[in-house]
């Protein structure tokens, strides 16, 4: 059933093709984002902006698609153009958070580690793996918290 539903999806995006915000939408869901903020945090950018993006009431330049495709591994010229293919592959072993881009002058990478390394632990010490967005809330929070404490120890 699935690939059935796949195929009519694929059909129906050749005879009427999605516009830039539509596009921007299906790579979040595809990526396994549930909600736009949750989306917007994990991108780090405000949640006002993402949402003006995916529902049209501001267009999105090449940079931010180049962050959106990075994040939401599929490919800047589809979600700018619709051209190609939705999806990039992706090696397994490529870490679903980049550390090096696209903020790495905004965020101090050491907590960002850090706070990557104990997600990983409780996802190994409890035997699970975390949904994605699960994933990247529990890292911002940590974040978050490490950074605090930082700031209450100086």
Avoid at 60 to 78: I, Q
Avoid at 116 to 138: C, G, H, I, M, W
């Amino acid at each position: 059933m699935r690939n059935v539903l796949s195929k009519v999806e694929s059909d129906y995006e050749k005879i009427q093709p999605m516009d830039k915000h539509e596009r921007l939408k299906k790579a979040r869901e595809h990526a396994g984002y549930g909600s736009a903020s949750s989306a917007a945090k994990a991108l780090g950018i405000a949640v006002s902006t993402y949402l003006s993006h995916e529902n049209d009431s501001r267009d999105f330049d090449a940079d931010y698609a180049k962050r959106y495709a990075r994040r939401y591994n599929v490919s800047a010229e589809w979600l700018l153009w619709g051209e190609g293919e939705m999806s990039q592959v992706r090696n397994e072993d490529t870490p679903p958070l980049e550390l090096g881009a696209p903020f790495s002058d905004m965020y101090d990478a050491e907590a960002i580690s850090h706070a990557l390394e104990l997600v990983k632990r409780f996802q190994e010490k409890n035997s699970t793996k975390l949904p994605r967005d699960e994933f990247y809330d529990a890292v911002i929070q940590l974040y978050d918290e490490i950074i605090k404490r930082r700031e209450a120890d100086s």
